[in-house]
């Protein structure tokens, strides 16, 4: 009797963590692709250099790779970040927010692709302008807190609150300080064309 007892016990305990495991809820995985498609175009040339635009998007998709069922709202943040070329300080050039939820009907696949953005530079013996450098992507849930991150280049955590807390249009160097806002976006480099793409007396 003692022994059935404890054979049926034995089973029982067996089923509870049988059944307590299949309940745990495991956390959201999900793959993340970001792409920037770039091109460049010559608005003019001379003796002292190249004026050129280049022409920026950035595509983001985000794919729920878990098994179980999301349907809480998530949040993907895209920071655009450029780069100057007279001063080498970096900016963010856009911040973009979208709210988005897995779903059946979306194949559990989130895509979005952010704004064309027109940076021009000058090169040859006046250098001025900008130019795109990288980017940083957060997915974060309905209550802040981060599910991944992607980026460009390595960013620890450190560098990705940094970025997180930057308002669109700040510009940073390279150790993490802030060193002011993007004024007047293309004016150095409008001014420095009709200098860099001098003919000159030979023409």
């Known amino acids: 009797m003692n022994g059935m007892t404890k054979t049926l016990l034995g089973v029982a305990v067996v089923g509870c963590v049988a059944a307590a495991s299949a309940q745990t809820v495991f956390p959201l995985r999900v793959d993340i692709d970001v792409s920037a498609k770039r091109s460049k175009k010559s608005i003019g040339a001379g003796q002292d250099g190249e004026a050129k635009v280049e022409q920026v998007t950035v595509r983001v998709k985000v794919h729920k790779s878990s098994g179980q069922p999301y349907a809480d709202l998530l949040t993907a943040e895209l920071y655009v970040i450029g780069k100057q070329i007279h001063t080498g300080y970096y900016g963010v050039i856009d911040v973009i927010k979208k709210d988005f939820n897995f779903s059946k009907d979306n194949d559990n696949t989130f895509e979005f692709t952010s704004p064309m953005y027109a940076l021009g530079k000058t090169s040859g013996n006046i250098n001025v302008g900008g130019q795109y450098e990288t980017y940083l992507l957060v997915v974060v849930d309905k209550d802040g807190k981060i599910i991944d991150t992607r980026s ?52």
């Open 152 to 203: 460009g280049r390595i960013r620890k955590e450190k560098g990705i609150a940094f970025i997180r807390e930057l308002g669109p249009k700040t510009l940073f160097d390279e150790n993490g300080n802030i060193v002011g806002k993007i004024e007047n976006p293309g004016s150095a480099f409008k001014k420095a064309i009709p200098s860099a793409t001098n003919p000159g007396s030979d023409y």
